[in-house]
Nanobody
Framework: VTLVESGGGSVQAGGSLRLSCAVS??????????MGWFRQSSEGGREGVAI???????TYADSVKGRFTIAQDNAKKTLSLQMNSLKPEDTAMYYC???????????????????RGQGTQVTVSS
């Protein structure tokens, strides 16, 4: 399974970015399949940002709730993260990740998912 992120970049605080993740190579069932985004700051900490379950239910970190929106196309081949009202503290490398089976949908587990992309850098200046 291959995940490829795109859409990162540099913006000023208050700006917006949209990250995309293209998924290929998965041939299993989607009945227990989760995708999500996590980020890693320069300090090294990893944080689950958003997760979307097989039924489309989304969960967000408190730090991004109301500003970020995760979405998945019907074929589950593309995952996106719309990021609005960006803050300097959102600066990090953002990774797309997927997991199957995914029987327990927990945001904190996104960094541990079995498949992940190479990451895309998001830099927000004040």
């Amino acid at each position: 399974v291959t995940l490829v992120e795109s859409g990162g970049g540099s913006v000023q605080a208050g700006g917006s970015l949209r990250l995309s993740c293209a998924v290929s190579g998965y041939t299993g069932s989607y009945s227990s399949y989760c995708m999500g985004w996590f980020r890693q700051s320069s300090e090294g900490g990893r944080e689950g940002v958003a997760i979307i379950a097989s039924d489309g239910t989304a969960t967000y970190a408190d730090s991004v709730k109301g500003r970020f929106t995760i979405a998945q196309d019907n074929a589950k081949k593309t995952l996106s993260l719309q990021m609005n009202s960006l803050k300097p503290e959102d600066t990090a490398m953002y990774y797309c990740a997927a997991q199957a089976p995914c029987e327990i949908v927990v945001l904190a587990t996104v960094p541990l998912f079995g498949w992940r992309g190479q990451g895309t850098q998001v830099t927000v200046s004040s």
